[in-house]
């Protein structure tokens, strides 16, 4: 079994900053990439940010330059910080890892339970 749990949701004012951790737990081989996706209320669950074993990330346009996705190998956790937050970033946030549980088989994808992320005045 493994498990995700995120943390560091919040409210926050326009232009403020908050940083959100997920970690991981239970029978792990190994973990390849790690990611968070959002998803607003009405709208589909949208992809935020990634970042793979070797350290490369990626963003969405919506967030470049704002966020900054980092991972510590060692405790198996990812983080999103979080700057200049605008109200269109409120979201509920979800973690997810592509993560091995046994070495004779590939990757399987886990999500976390989401942290609500509100930006208002």
């Known amino acids: 079994q493994v498990r995700l749990v995120e943390s560091g949701g919040g409210l926050v004012q326009p232009g403020g900053s908050l940083r959100l951790s997920c970690a991981a737990s239970?029978?792990?081989?190994?973990?390849?990439?790690m990611g968070w996706y959002r998803q607003a209320p009405g709208k589909e669950r949208e992809w935020v940010a990634t970042?793979?074993?070797?350290?490369?990330?990626n963003y969405a346009d919506s967030v470049k330059g704002r966020f900054a996705i980092s991972r510590d190998n060692a405790k198996n956790t990812v983080y999103l910080q979080m700057n200049s937050l605008r109200p269109e970033d409120t979201a509920v946030y979800y973690c997810?890892?592509?993560?091995?549980?046994?070495?004779?088989?590939?990757?399987?994808?886990?999500w976390g339970q989401g942290t609500q992320v509100t930006v208002s005045s």
């Open positions: 997810n890892a592509n993560i091995r549980s046994d070495p004779r088989l590939g990757g399987y994808n886990y």
């Open positions: 239970g029978s792990i081989f190994s973990i390849n990439a």
């Open positions: 970042v793979n074993s070797g350290g490369t990330t």
